[in-house]
């Protein structure tokens, strides 16, 4: 039977709810496949960047960058040797930030002369870049993320809370833009749109920038060399290519992937001699920690044998391969299934498993995100029942009889002082605007540090200090030298059929080093 026919039958059998969950909302998933895929971006010129509050601040210093290599910086943030070691050359025709201990600015008496130390920086203000998800192309798809409207208004009282207390006399001025994680080119003009264009000092994003080599636009040394504190973070070595900039409160997933393991074998879920099947993708930045890290993992902590079942990282090959994996799992013998791809293939998966009375055990993690309720909810309750998530992810907890992780409280207080809606750690209409806010803080908590005159070099080792830093999302987080992801807490989480939930049924324990 081949790979449609398979399709065809499961569409059959599936009832509308399955129907649409499928194939309507696989436009999503095209931001999750190209988040692999290295494309060059584009050279078009429809940026379509707002200003989400005030007219100035982003202008370029006009100095010349440094010459350093483009790796970590570990200095001291803020000290004339982090503020030296300058980014490579950018093929973006950044001109740099004035050079030689350009972070303290310090004058000849002591006091500190504001200057326009960095581009995004001027003696009087900062531009940061904010990004959300345009959901025109989600709308298009049919799927709707059910996210709040007010997302611009909120990003105008983030700032307006910043500006209470300002960054060492400046002022932040943020300029927003609505970005379709369905398009890679709009991706790619996000970014040209951020560092070109508005020229900001750093990028807030939630998960509307997912395609790789626009990501790289952004932070990679050598091309945008822009901070950019987001939700989408891939592996450690990926992390590497942008020396310091790309930061995230999500473990990286090679780190993901040993906690996974360990715990799985830990809690009797890996039972010894048992043949796991991990189901993924074989996009070029989750398939060597598949292969490399997770596979070597489950074998360490007793696993009989690893079968992959890696679809390829095209949009076609999520509807069209999946049901082939299912047999392939199911005549290998395949007893437990790690879930390690986008949840429409996880959905498909899962109901053509029922189709043919396959019912091996489930698991997934923070991996792809699949232990969000917006993300599991249309797997196939029949086979889901009773799977089990390692997650530091918390939005669950409420729901599970538990206090929220702290910290929502702040970006809610912010947003009713500015005459919007409450946030509500139990509200999934709020999971954007409280991981912006969320984001937000951590980059301004580094940006604070960064010296009187920040540099993005200073702001990179200023990260590094930040030591314990909670998120209001993924709990407990720690960020040293050498570490710009956080999650450093876990819990185990099972997924209940008749609320097609997550609930947390453990305490929280540290997560692999």
Same mark, same amino acid.
């Given at each position: 039977?081949?790979?449609?026919?398979?399709?065809?039958?499961?569409?059959?059998?599936?009832?509308?709810?399955?129907?649409?969950?499928?194939?309507?909302?696989?436009?999503? !998933?095209? =931001?999750?496949?190209? *988040?692999?895929?290295?494309? @060059?971006?584009?050279?078009?010129?429809?940026?379509?960047?707002?200003?989400?509050?005030?007219?100035?601040?982003?202008?370029? @210093?006009?100095?010349?960058?440094?010459?350093?290599?483009?790796?970590?910086?570990?200095?001291?943030?803020?000290?004339?040797?982090?503020?030296?070691?300058?980014?490579?050359?950018?093929?973006?025709?950044?001109?740099?930030?004035?050079?030689?201990?350009?972070?303290?600015?310090?004058?000849?008496?002591?006091?500190?002369?504001?200057?326009? =130390?960095?581009?995004?920086?001027?003696?009087? &203000?900062?531009?940061?870049?904010?990004?959300?998800?345009?959901?025109?192309?989600?709308?298009?798809?049919?799927? =709707?993320?059910?996210?709040?409207?007010?997302?611009?208004?909120?990003?105008?009282?983030? *700032?307006?809370?910043?500006?209470?207390?300002?960054?060492?006399?400046?002022?932040?001025?943020?300029?927003?833009?609505?970005?379709?994680?369905?398009?890679?080119?709009?991706?790619?003009?996000?970014?040209?749109?951020?560092?070109?264009?508005?020229?900001?000092?750093?990028?807030?994003?939630?998960?509307?920038?997912? /395609?790789?080599?626009?990501? /790289?636009?952004?932070?990679?040394?050598?091309?945008?060399?822009? $901070?950019?504190?987001?939700?989408?973070?891939?592996?450690?070595?990926?992390?590497?290519?942008?020396?310091? +900039?790309?930061?995230?409160?999500?473990?990286? !997933?090679?780190? %993901?992937?040993?906690?996974?393991?360990?715990?799985? *074998?830990? %809690?009797?879920?890996?039972?010894?001699?048992? !043949? !796991?099947? %991990?189901?993924?993708?074989?996009?070029?930045?989750?398939?060597?920690?598949?292969?490399?890290?997770?596979?070597?993992?489950?074998?360490?902590?007793?696993?009989?044998?690893?079968?992959?079942?890696?679809?390829?990282?095209?949009?076609?090959?999520?509807?069209?391969? #999946?049901?082939?994996?299912?047999?392939?799992?199911?005549?290998?013998?395949?007893?437990?299934?790690?879930?390690?791809?986008?949840?429409?293939?996880?959905?498909?998966?899962?109901?053509?498993?029922?189709?043919?009375?396959?019912?091996?055990?489930?698991?997934?993690?923070?991996?792809?995100?699949?232990?969000?309720?917006?993300?599991?909810?249309?797997?196939?309750?029949?086979?889901?029942?009773?799977?089990?998530?390692?997650?530091?992810?918390?939005?669950?907890?409420?729901?599970?009889?538990? $206090?929220?992780?702290?910290?929502?409280?702040?970006?809610?207080?912010?947003?009713?002082?500015?005459?919007?809606?409450?946030?509500?750690?139990?509200?999934?209409?709020?999971?954007?605007?409280?991981?912006?806010?969320? +984001?937000? %803080?951590?980059?301004?908590?580094?940006?604070?540090?960064?010296? #009187?005159?920040?540099?993005?070099?200073?702001?990179?080792?200023?990260?590094?200090?930040?030591?314990?830093? #909670?998120?209001?999302?993924?709990?407990?987080?720690?960020?040293?030298?050498?570490?710009?992801?956080?999650? &450093?807490?876990?819990? @185990?989480?099972?997924?209940?059929?008749?609320?097609?939930?997550?609930?947390?049924?453990?305490?929280?324990?540290?997560?692999?080093?």
């Amino acid at each position: 039977m081949t790979p449609w026919m398979q399709i065809r039958l499961w569409y059959r059998k599936a009832n509308p709810t399955q129907r649409l969950g499928a194939f309507t909302a696989i436009g999503i !998933v095209v =931001s999750l496949l190209v *988040a692999s895929v290295a494309i @060059t971006p584009s050279d078009g010129s429809n940026h379509n960047a707002t200003v989400a509050a005030g007219t100035g601040g982003a202008e370029s @210093t006009g100095g010349a960058s440094g010459s350093g290599p483009a790796g970590v910086d570990n200095g001291a943030a803020g000290s004339p040797g982090a503020a030296g070691a300058g980014a490579a050359g950018s093929s973006l025709g950044r001109s740099g930030a004035a050079a030689g201990g350009r972070a303290s600015g310090q004058a000849g008496g002591g006091a500190s002369a504001l200057t326009a =130390s960095e581009l995004g920086v001027t003696p009087k &203000d900062i531009t940061l870049g904010f990004m959300l998800q345009n959901a025109a192309g989600l709308s298009k798809a049919g799927f =709707s993320t059910g996210q709040r409207s007010d997302g611009a208004q909120y990003i105008n009282a983030l *700032a307006g809370w910043a500006n209470k207390e300002g960054v060492d006399g400046r002022k932040i001025v943020p300029v927003a833009r609505y970005t379709d994680p369905t398009s890679v080119d709009d991706q790619a003009a996000a970014c040209r749109a951020m560092v070109d264009d508005a020229k900001v000092f750093g990028v807030v994003d939630t998960a509307s920038m997912l /395609d790789t080599a626009s990501m /790289d636009c952004i932070t990679n040394r050598t091309k945008g060399d822009t $901070p950019m504190v987001h939700s989408v973070m891939w592996s450690t070595d990926w992390e590497k290519r942008s020396g310091g +900039n790309d930061v995230s409160y999500q473990a990286a !997933v090679d780190r %993901i992937s040993v906690t996974w393991a360990r715990d799985l *074998a830990a %809690i009797g879920w890996l039972t010894p001699g048992a !043949v !796991v099947g %991990i189901f993924g993708d074989k996009c070029p930045a989750t398939e060597p920690t598949v292969e490399n890290v997770l596979a070597p993992a489950l074998k360490a902590r007793g696993a009989k044998d690893v079968v992959f079942g890696l679809h390829d990282c095209d949009i076609q090959s999520v509807a069209a391969q #999946p049901p082939n994996i299912t047999t392939q799992f199911r005549l290998k013998g395949v007893t437990h299934v790690l879930i390690v791809t986008n949840f429409v293939a996880g959905q498909i998966f899962t109901s053509t498993a029922a189709s043919q009375g396959y019912h091996p055990k489930y698991s997934t993690s923070d991996w792809f995100l699949n232990t969000s309720d917006q993300t599991s909810k249309y797997f196939d309750p029949s086979e889901f029942d009773g799977a089990i998530g390692i997650a530091s992810f918390g939005t669950m907890l409420v729901q599970s009889g538990k $206090p929220p992780y702290p910290g929502w409280e702040v970006c809610s207080k912010i947003a009713t002082d500015a005459g919007l809606p409450a946030i509500r750690p139990d509200d999934a209409s709020s999971v954007e605007l409280l991981t912006l806010c969320d +984001n937000f %803080i951590l980059l301004l908590d580094a940006l604070k540090r960064a010296g #009187p005159n920040p540099t993005r070099a200073g702001w990179r080792a200023a990260v590094q200090q930040l030591g314990q830093h #909670p998120s209001a999302l993924f709990g407990r987080s720690v960020f040293a030298p050498g570490k710009f992801t956080g999650s &450093d807490f876990v819990h @185990t989480i099972q997924w209940q059929a008749g609320c097609k939930c997550w609930k947390s049924i453990s305490d929280f324990r540290p997560a692999a080093a």
